[in-house]
């Protein structure tokens, strides 16, 4: 018998409609997956025959096939286990309203007892779910209210296998998150951990930070240790404009597909501060990866990006920042699919004063004695 469920790939921070096509036929015991899996969606069978054994149910005892279709796109992930699952279900004939699956798009990472685990990218799957006109969204509970963000789409929330089963079987009726997106944003903008308004004295870093956050420019501060730079550098996103509504979504997003939303989490409400340690590399601050995943630069996108202790980032690093600074984008090109990632950022840098001036300075004020031998 031949099911068709239906998931989502996340590319970029776009998702992509995927049919997952099960069919149980006679032969031989095998199961195969198919449509250019890569080793976690292979994974994928183990995890889920253990989980429907666990529960009670069976595995199909004959020849077992899954696509992934469209089968020219690599699909990357655990988050199709349970549309597998209940799809393999569904062709074995152990559900009673297999039709119903049509109307849903289900996503999930399951354990090997049923469990639910929570899933990245929530929310451009949520949108896309709209777009392609599903009835409903299924996805773990962690997932639910980010998800939920998105209007005009029913969202359940789901802790286990059985909870899908029962609910496709009619058993079990389980309501919709319910999420007041406007409100709960517009109340979480006024909520800061630290504030500018907090710092005492240092008028004039105040009065250039001010002007750069007006503006829009980008700024270094250069002072000793302890001076504060860090300090304000952190506040600095508190006197910035607040996130229209258009930004917040563009930020949730990059957030969920790189897996940065906490549990329960919905629209990010103020502007993001990345602060990456002078030892990042260059893929994790541009980008990049074997799958394609956002860095710092878009991670900070409609915020702030603050590279504390300036000169020791190494210069490949910082020369890669060159075009997406120009451009407010970065594109990851591969063998057979490229990425735009958006990267609008504030840059604020900061530096202790170089060590060979100080010294020079010290020098011509007659602190070096005892014949010192003078350097070109």
């Known amino acids: ?32 997956i198919v449509g250019l899996p890569d080793n976690a969606v292979k994974e994928s069978l183990q995890r889920v025959e253990s989980a429907i054994k666990t529960i009670g149910y069976q595995m199909p005892r004959t020849k077992l ?12 992930g655990s988050s199709f286990d349970l549309a597998i699952a209940i799809g393999i279900l569904a062709a074995n004939n152990q559900l009673n309203e297999p039709g119903k699956l049509k109307d849903y798009m289900i996503m999930g990472e399951l354990n090997l007892d049923g469990t639910v685990h929570p899933i ?18 299924i996805v773990p509970k962690q997932n639910c209210r980010e998800a939920g963000m998105v209007n005009a789409l029913p969202v359940y929330g789901i802790g286990h296998l059985t909870e899908l089963i029962s609910f496709m079987n009619d058993e079990q009726s389980i309501q919709p998150v319910v999420v007041n997106t406007r409100d709960e944003f517009y109340q979480a903008q006024e909520e800061f951990e630290f504030d500018f308004s907090e710092v005492k004295g240092q008028e004039n870093i105040k009065r250039a930070l001010e002007i750069a956050a007006a503006g829009g420019h980008n700024a270094i501060l250069i002072g000793p240790p ?4 860090t300090m304000l550098a952190k506040r600095l996103p508190t006197i910035l404009p607040p996130l229209s509504l258009k930004e917040a979504l563009e930020t949730t997003k990059i957030h969920s597909v790189a897996g940065k939303l906490p549990a329960h989490a919905t629209l990010i409400a103020r502007r993001p501060f990345r602060s990456p340690h002078h030892t990042i590399s260059d893929v994790a601050l541009v980008g990049g990866g074997g799958i394609p995943q956002p860095g710092e630069i878009s991670l900070a996108h409609n915020g702030v990006l603050f590279l504390d202790e300036l000169p020791e980032f190494k210069r490949s690093v910082l020369e890669v920042m060159r075009q997406p600074m120009e451009e407010r984008r970065v594109s990851i090109s591969r063998a057979k699919v490229a990425i735009d990632f958006p990267a609008s950022f504030m840059l604020i840098s900061s530096m202790n004063p170089c060590s060979r001036v100080a010294l020079f300075r010290h020098f011509l004020k007659g602190g070096v004695r005892g014949g010192a031998k003078s350097r070109p």
């Open 226 to 229: 302890g001076a504060g730079k």
């Open 120 to 137: 990245k990218g929530a929310l451009p799957i949520a949108i896309t779910a709209r777009k392609e006109g599903f009835k409903g969204l």
């Open 1 to 32: 018998m031949l099911v068709k469920t239906y998931g989502s790939a996340v590319y970029g921070v776009e998702a992509i409609t995927i049919t997952v096509e099960v069919n149980v036929m006679p032969g031989n015991i095998h199961y195969y």
């Open 65 to 76: 096939v899954i696509n992934l279709a469209p089968a020219d796109i690599k699909k990357s």
